[in-house]
C-alpha cells in the first residue's frame, strides 16, 4: 500500500507526463498509415506511463521521464503489433518492391531509378508511385520482420541474442549498426538527405517538402522507396550473409 504521499507523488507524475504520451502519439502517427487512429495510441500510451509510474524507482538511476518514454513508446508498439496496422497484401506488395530492387542492384552494380524499377516490376511509372504512397508507414524492422511462409525463423531470432525484454535495442548490435549505416550511405543523394531531415532534424512531411522543393505527397513516396532500398540492403548484408 501507498501512503498519501506516495499517491500524490505518482498523481503528480501522471498529470506532468500526460502531454508527453499525446506528444509521442503524434509522432508515431505521422509515420503511420491513415487507417491508425491517434487516439488509439495515446490509450495504449496512457497504459504505459502508468505502468512506468507503478514501477520506477529512483534508486534505478535514470530520470523517470527517460524510463517513461521506453515504457510508453513500448505500450504503443505492443497495441499497433496487436492490431496487425500495415495490411499483409501491402507488406506483400513492398516485399516485391524490395526484390527488385536488390536484383537490379545486382545486375547493374548501383542503385536503380524509380523507372528502373517500375519497369522490372511491369508497371508504368505513375502505378508504381501510387504504390509507394499507398505504402506509407512501412517500416524498417517489425517484431515479426523477415517472416514469411518460405522461412522458418525471424530476422530478430537471427539477430538478437534475447528478445524477452527489448527486441528493438537488441538490433543495436555491431553487425546491424554498420550494416544500417552502410545501406544509408548507399541512398541516392535526394533519398538521404530526406532521411536526415525527418529522423534526425525531425521534420514533418510538410517541412521536408518546402526544403526539398517537392510536394508532401512526393516526400511520402520518397520515404516508401528510401526504407524500401534499406530494408534491400539490409537483408542482402545480414539475411544472407547468416543463411
Sequence with gaps: ?????????????????????????????AKLPSSVEVDDLIQAGMIGLLDAVNRYEESHGAQFETYAVQRIRGAMLDELRSTDWLPRNLRQNMRKIEVAMSALQQKLGRMPTELEVAKSMKMTLAEYQDLLSESSGHQLIYYE????????????????ADVSGDPLSGLLQDDFRDALITAIDSLPAREKLLMGLYYEQELNLKEIGAVMGVSESRVCQLHSQAVARIRSSLRSQLWTGAA
Design 1 to 29: 500500500m501507498y501512503n498519501a504521499n506516495g499517491k500524490s507523488d505518482k498523481n503528480q507524475l501522471l498529470k506532468e507526463h500526460a502531454p508527453l504520451v499525446k506528444r509521442l502519439a503524434y509522432q508515431l502517427r
Design 145 to 160: 520482420d523477415y517472416h514469411d511462409d518460405d522461412e522458418h525463423d525471424s530476422f530478430l531470432d537471427r539477430f538478437c
